[in-house]
């Protein structure tokens, strides 16, 4: 269900108003803003537009889409593109600390045989 509502400026121009039933009663969902232009053939045929954002790109000029996601191997771009950059800062952070753990870890025997070798050898 929608109603309309047109332009003051331009008559061309009208806003549809998106409606739903919601408990028995019309609730506005949105607007939708809305034009028509009807054109001849000859002047469609000297003013062609492609599809989408195909050339040439007018009326209305549709810019390329941002913000998508891209997909690639490399785990360091997908992370950057699924999540924010202070929950990233904090991931790295427990990577880092996590990494230093285990690099203490896995020298611990190494440190522990230095210091048994040095106390049984006489110096």
Known sequence: M???????EDPRQFWVK???KEDGKLVQKGKLKMSIDLLSKKDALLNPVGEAQSEPNLNPHLPKPFG???FSLNP????SQL??????RKIYCWCCIAAYCALCIMMAPMIFS??????????
């Open 83 to 88: 999540i924010g950059p202070a929950l990233r």
């Open 18 to 20: 998106l409606m739903t």
């Open 114 to 123: 230095n210091l048994f070798v040095n106390m049984i050898t006489p110096g």
């Open 68 to 70: 998508r996601i891209e």
């Open 76 to 79: 360091f771009k997908m992370l």
């Open 2 to 8: 929608s109603e309309i509502e047109f332009d003051s």
